[in-house]
């Protein structure tokens, strides 16, 4: 799993790679001052942003699976909404979303440094 680093400064958007680097259906990690933020390419690569860490017991999201608009935790198999970062029921609680978009091929986040 590589890592991508998100600059200096105030919240803001941050060009944190280009989509190519991230494959589809996977992910990357961003590394910023309020911690990892897991970046996910989906099959229709759209582009989402959780903080990296399951409302379960705190797995590496970017480690899971990704599938649909969805990844599933690989340490219990909870399936967190890549949109909202909601888990699935019967599962409750929610990952910290980030703020991402593309421009230009490019992800950007929008990062406290």
Do not use: N, Y
């Not at 989402?48 to 699976?65: E, T």
């Not at 649909?68 to 935790?73: D, L, W, Y």
């Not at 029921?89 to 230009?104: F, I, T």
């Amino acid at each position: 799993m590589s890592t991508l680093h998100a600059g200096l400064g105030s919240s803001q958007w941050r060009d944190v790679g280009a989509i190519d680097d991230i494959p589809r259906q996977g992910a990357r990690t961003v590394a910023t001052a309020s911690g990892a933020i897991a970046v996910f390419r989906t099959a229709d690569d759209a582009i989402f942003a959780l903080h990296d860490a399951c409302p379960h017991k705190g797995g590496k999201l970017s480690q899971g699976i990704v599938h649909g608009h969805a990844v599933t935790c690989p340490l219990h198999g909870w399936v967190i909404g890549l949109a909202d970062g909601c888990a699935e029921a019967p599962d409750e609680g929610c990952a910290r979303r980030v703020p991402v978009r593309l421009a230009a091929g490019r992800v950007l986040l929008q990062v406290d440094a």
